[in-house]
């Protein structure tokens, strides 16, 4: 499937005029990215070290899990508009990126997992590590040490791959 | 003569092979670069936690103090490797460093921070915390927290904008500014 | 779907993506550092053969 069409799109645009001639308000984007990735990774940090019996042990998971939310979907809004505006200066330059295709995937593996398999699992959390009262439907306490772990790997892939579109 | 200081010790350090080899080498700068940003993520993410409960926005179920105490220690230690990675990378390139507005304006707000820092724990240990387990602290408290988030995104921005060149010293700027960066050369010469 | 199936198909998904994402993304790296040192190097490096 060709998508290089939509950053020739992207490349002509108005964004793109905007996002090279303002040099301040780009790095001011820049900035919303790197408070946005703070704000997303160490919110799930937060819940994967929690699940992980590393942090905040003996405080009920439910509660942390479910405060992270939000946070987490304000932070996702923020990391992808602001991307959207940082890529359309260099489009046809990310287009043919590697780093930047493998952390769109990252991107895309990220939010799949933890909207699937890591919301269900960590509501599944077993008594010994959620401590959330008795548990009747808990899944064993080693899955959900692996799925916090693949989550942490993911999003830490993701993070590096950003960074390293830079150096490239 | 502060700034001539800043520069005599920027100089001497920049004189050092390792200085050289570090901001050279292929990967070396690359990684400690990536560590300091990306540790940003543990320190400024467990502090975010904090601020939002402080301000009274998040996580109210649980006592203050639990989330002040028991996220201090994943805090300090990706501080830690925050100050290590960054002294590297001034260590790295000290002289422009030294001369970056930016670079000078994020340690002011860096000190700021902690000066805050110290403030709210003074606050928390005096007094009796019985605003505790209440879902939104005092207003002194919540200040505190509100300048604490405020400060570290000035410090977050400040680092960003020291990888663009607007005001570094080969540039032609006012006088103010070139005494403002420490651009000792420059400001001789206008003498 | 039983919370028993659930476990196996979260573990099973994990195993495959720590392994499956792990060599894609160290290989990725490890080409791009060939590259990297091709670029600054006066030397053909040896893995490029490898790329």
């Known amino acids: 499937m060709d998508i290089v069409f939509i950053f020739e799109w992207l490349d002509a645009s108005w964004l793109s005029d905007l996002a090279r001639t303002s040099a301040g308000l780009f790095s001011m984007v820049q900035a919303v990215h790197i408070l946005s990735m703070i704000m997303l990774c160490g919110m799930l940090i937060l819940g994967d070290l929690r699940m992980l019996n ?14 992270t939310k939000k946070w987490i979907y304000i932070a996702l809004a923020g990391i992808i508009l602001s991307g959207i505006y940082e890529s359309s200066a260099i489009a046809m330059k990310l287009a043919t990126n590697s780093f930047f295709w493998a952390k ?15 919301s269900a699992i960590y509501s599944r959390a077993p008594e010994v590590i959620g401590s959330n009262g008795p548990q009747s439907d808990a899944v064993e306490a080693w899955v959900v040490k692996l799925v916090a772990v693949t989550n942490l790997f993911i999003w830490f892939s993701v993070a590096a791959n950003g960074r390293w579109i830079g150096f490239s | 003569m502060l700034n001539e200081l800043l520069f005599k010790f920027a100089t001497w350090l920049d004189g050092f092979q390792s200085s050289t080899n570090l901001h050279e080498a292929l990967y070396a700068y690359g990684w400690v670069e990536g560590t300091h940003v990306l540790t940003l993520t543990l320190f400024l993410g467990m502090l975010l936690v904090i601020d939002l409960r402080l301000l009274g926005v998040a996580f109210k179920e649980l006592p203050a103090s639990t989330l002040v105490e028991r996220l201090d220690k994943p805090m300090m230690i ?5 100050l290590i990675s960054g002294a590297l990378l001034f260590y790295a390139i000290p ?49 505190g927290a509100a300048l604490s988030l405020g400060l570290w995104v000035l410090v977050v921005a400040s680092g960003r904008n020291m990888a663009y060149d607007w005001w570094d010293c080969h540039k032609e700027m006012p006088h103010f500014m070139y005494w403002a960066a420490g651009c000792v050369n420059e400001l001789a010469a206008f003498e | ?38 670029a600054t190097s006066e030397d053909f490096p040896e893995c490029m053969d490898n790329l």
Not at chain 3, 2 to 27: E, F, H, M, P, Q
């Open chain 1, 54 to 67: 590393v942090v905040l042990t003996g405080v009920p998971s439910d509660i942390i899990i479910a405060n």
């Open chain 1, 104 to 118: 769109m995937a990252g991107l895309l593996m990220g939010i799949v997992f933890m909207l699937t398999i890591r």
């Open chain 2, 78 to 82: 990706g501080f830690i490797v925050m």
């Open chain 2, 95 to 143: 002289v422009r460093s030294t001369q970056s507005i930016w670079f000078r304006i994020k340690v002011v707000f860096i000190i700021a921070a902690g000066i805050n820092a110290l403030l709210i724990r003074n606050m928390t240990r005096s007094s009796d915390m019985s605003w505790d387990n209440d879902p939104v602290p005092p207003k002194r408290i919540r200040v």
């Open chain 3, 1 to 38: 779907m039983t919370t028993n199936t659930l476990g196996k198909v979260a573990a099973v998904c994990s195993i495959v993506i720590i392994i499956g994402w792990g060599i894609y993304w160290g290989v990725q790296v490890q080409d791009t550092m060939c590259l990297l040192e091709a």
